[in-house]
């Protein structure tokens, strides 16, 4: 049920969509609601597929990756792919201790077994093992964005929380389109909030401009902190979990972002100023203003 607008002179959008990525890389899980952790939404990136030195896989090298779709359960998280049986992994289970790297950055965390890293080896045709993260390890994103504070995540690449908008995506699909290439999906760009703006007043790419995002009927609040850098991984069709270039391409000609040294961003990274432990939902109302 959506929420009602009030009437300030700020900035109005709903949420529409909202994605979990159980497994970091793995296909999204859609939910009509989450909670909000202190580490980014509830099981987001717990689970990440590394090789055997505890390096982490991703959609970069292995796009078949998108292909893994998850299922929660009460007990339990099944992963299914094509041309396998489910691999069912235990919400509060682990087998043992593990060491993996996400990119400059080394931390514990734990193996989940034989079974599947066979199941991961088996689909992705080279060695794998699954880890699980360790609730115990404060993994902090870069205080150089987040003005000083420590703001927590999972598996992520560096930040709990992506949001984009639906008009940025229509914007860039529009460009797409021109070049007579295909519209493509929000999953391309793995948000974990989308916003709608039924008003029209959130116009494509706001959400870079917005200062502090009000989710109305509670106490949550975010702060957009860091444009999101755009590598490859765009280019992956989420479908048929191959690289269908173009994407990464079209947003080069207009998103290049000074803040990243010329990188192309699309979506905000945020940080959650209040309401943890509360829950969002499809169909809340958010309210905005605009940073000068």
């Known amino acids: 049920m959506s929420e009602s607008f009030s009437n300030?002179?700020?900035?109005?959008?709903?949420?529409?969509?909202l994605f979990i990525y159980p497994v970091k890389s793995c296909a999204p899980l859609a939910l009509d609601k989450v909670l909000l952790t202190d580490q980014g939404l509830d099981y987001d990136r717990s689970w990440m597929v590394v090789d055997e030195q505890g390096e982490f896989l991703s959609q970069?090298?292995?796009p078949r990756l998108a292909l893994v779709q998850p299922q929660m359960r009460a007990a339990d998280l099944v992963?299914?792919?094509?041309?396998?049986?489910p691999l069912h992994l235990a919400l509060q289970g682990v087998e043992g201790p593990a060491r993996v790297r996400i990119w400059d950055e080394e931390l514990p965390a734990w193996d989940m077994g034989e079974l599947a890293a066979q199941w991961?080896?088996?689909?992705?045709?080279r060695r794998a093992r699954v880890v699980r993260f360790d609730p115990e390890v404060e993994r902090a994103s870069s205080r150089r964005w987040t003005e000083g504070?420590?703001?927590?995540?999972?598996?992520?690449?560096?930040?709990?929380?992506?949001?984009?908008?639906q008009p940025s995506l229509d914007e860039l699909n529009q460009r797409l389109q021109a070049q007579g290439r295909a519209a493509v999906p929000m999953q391309r760009f793995r948000p974990n909030i989308v916003l709608a703006a039924p008003d029209g007043?959130?116009?494509a790419h706001d959400e870079d401009r917005v200062d502090v995002l009000q989710v109305a009927g509670s106490q949550i609040a975010f702060k957009p902190v860091k444009p999101c850098p755009r590598c490859a991984m765009v280019d992956n069709d989420p479908a048929s979990g191959q690289s269908a270039p173009g994407v990464l391409g079209t947003l080069q000609t207009y998103r290049q972002d000074a803040r990243l040294d010329g990188a192309a961003s699309f979506g905000m990274n945020?940080?959650?100023?209040?309401?943890?432990?509360?829950?969002?939902?499809?169909?809340?109302?958010v309210t905005a203003s605009l940073r000068f």
Do not use: C, K, Y
């Not at 991961?120 to 045709?125: M, P, R």
């Not at 703001?151 to 992506?162: A, C, K, Q, Y």
């Open 60 to 62: 970069r090298e292995l």
């Open 79 to 85: 992963l299914r792919a094509p041309g396998m049986l």
């Open 149 to 165: 504070q420590t703001v927590l995540n999972t598996f992520s690449d560096g930040f709990p929380l992506l949001l984009i908008s």
């Open 201 to 203: 007043r959130w116009q």
């Open 8 to 17: 300030d002179d700020g900035l109005h959008a709903v949420i529409s969509q």
């Open 270 to 285: 945020l940080m959650t100023l209040s309401g943890l432990e509360q829950e969002l939902a499809v169909g809340q109302a």
């Open 120 to 125: 991961f080896s088996d689909f992705l045709g």
